[in-house]
């Protein structure tokens, strides 16, 4: 029996989130606008439940007991494009960064017991932040091709009335 008081997401954890395939969504003919504006609505939808979960799994643990005791925590950072990244910072919020993390490993007074736990904690961090950016990115892509996919609707749009109404002055009788 494992005396680890940090529990790392398993895959029963990422069951939902995988059945969304997102990926999938990716490598599809898009016929339009509303086809990259539903991708990117899924991108964004995924990005948020990975969030939700870390905050849920990942930031319950590592903000109880005995992690709690120490003058490093995982906390949320929100960024200025909105989505959410863990980070490891001072309670005092003074410092903030993953070199906290690695002096808390070399630390002699950070118990020997919670190595492996931090290692596990560290490594879900990462795995989400960079899952949370790829979401996040392929979410924005989407959204700018939705609007380039507008423009050229629009290009089309307005060259096809263009020549709709020079037919239509052409076909007049003279008078």
């Given at each position: 029996m494992s005396d680890r008081r940090f529990h790392p997401l398993q895959r029963e954890d990422f069951t939902r989130l995988e059945h969304a395939a997102y990926?999938?969504?990716?490598?599809?003919?898009?016929?339009g606008k509303g086809d990259f504006d539903d991708w990117a609505n899924q991108c964004f939808a995924l990005r948020d439940e990975m969030i939700g979960m870390a905050q849920r799994r990942v930031l319950e643990q590592a903000g109880g007991y005995p992690f709690n005791l120490l003058d490093v925590e995982l906390a949320q950072q929100i960024t200025g494009a909105g989505t959410v990244f863990l980070r490891w910072r001072k309670h005092d919020r003074?410092?903030?960064?993953?070199?906290?993390?690695?002096?808390?490993?070399?630390s002699t007074s950070t118990p020997v017991n919670l190595l492996e736990d931090f290692l596990a904690?560290?490594?879900a961090r990462i795995t989400i932040n960079m899952q949370?950016?790829?979401?996040?990115t392929l979410g924005r892509q989407a959204r700018d091709c939705a609007n380039k996919m507008l423009q050229a609707e629009d290009a089309y749009l307005?060259?096809?009335?263009e020549i709709a109404i020079s037919s239509s002055r052409r076909q007049r009788p003279l008078p």
């Open positions: 990926l999938k969504g990716l490598l599809k003919p898009f016929k003074s410092v903030m960064g993953v070199a906290l993390w690695q002096e808390l490993m070399a904690i560290e490594q949370v950016s790829l979401l996040h307005r060259r096809m009335t």
